[in-house]
């Protein structure tokens, strides 16, 4: 077995094996074989397939399977899926309540912000070349919107000092949204301008589009 563990030799094969036949039955849209080539995958112990029955589960509306797939797969310690599945699980978490199953008229739940600041805070502890700076953009986003501005920008700026080519232009423009609403518009533009300039196919349009328009003179 090599250093990421069960995932590695003929168990390894099975699994990826049983991921191909998923995917597969995804883009027929045969959900059920779907589902039964992700359990089988996840009883053989691979952590790539516990995440991929999160995603299954949280498409289908369960959120309370989708965390405990994710659950499991973080509790592997496996050095690439278990980030993934903390940054997953922290998304999921956050937004929750938007899709909690509940009568009609009453009004959608907050997600569990605790629960979502602890698994971005895990994945940024991970220190994964591309689950870390993520799992910071994620976490500037929570801070702001719960008003933290100060801990929003620092999440920012700690993920634009990574350099990742993703995600540094993801917190530009994060960053940015974050100064318009505190009526900072020339940092916004700043912001923005910065995040355009990567070219990123992505967040240089979204960049565009937030920006503040010109002062007209």
Request: charged letters at 25%; zero cysteines; aromatic letters at 2%.
């Amino acid at each position: 077995m090599g250093t990421d563990g069960i995932e590695d030799g003929a168990l390894g094969n099975r699994a990826k094996q049983l991921a191909i036949t998923n995917l597969r039955a995804r883009e027929e849209g045969q959900a059920q074989s779907a589902e039964k080539a992700i359990e089988t995958a996840q009883e053989s112990g691979a952590p790539a397939a516990m995440v991929d029955r999160g995603d299954l589960l949280r498409e289908h509306g369960d959120a309370a399977g989708a965390r405990a797939a994710y659950v499991a797969a973080i509790a592997t310690g496996d050095n690439s899926w278990s980030p993934i599945a903390m940054v997953r699980l922290g998304t999921l978490l956050q937004n929750q309540g938007d899709t909690a199953d509940g009568p009609g008229d009453q009004p959608p739940k907050q997600g569990d912000a605790a629960g979502a600041r602890a698994g971005l805070d895990k994945a940024i502890e991970s220190g994964h070349k591309d689950l870390a700076p993520a799992a910071m953009v994620g976490l500037g986003n929570l801070l702001r919107e719960q008003g933290d501005a100060a801990g929003a920008r620092a999440a920012f700026a700690k993920a634009i000092e990574t350099g990742h080519k993703t995600w540094v232009p993801a917190a530009m423009v994060g960053l940015g949204v974050l100064l318009r609403e505190q009526g900072d518009v020339a940092g916004a533009r700043a912001a923005f301008a910065k995040a355009r300039a990567t070219g990123h196919k992505t967040w240089a349009p979204v960049a565009d589009a937030a920006s503040p328009p010109d002062e007209i003179t």
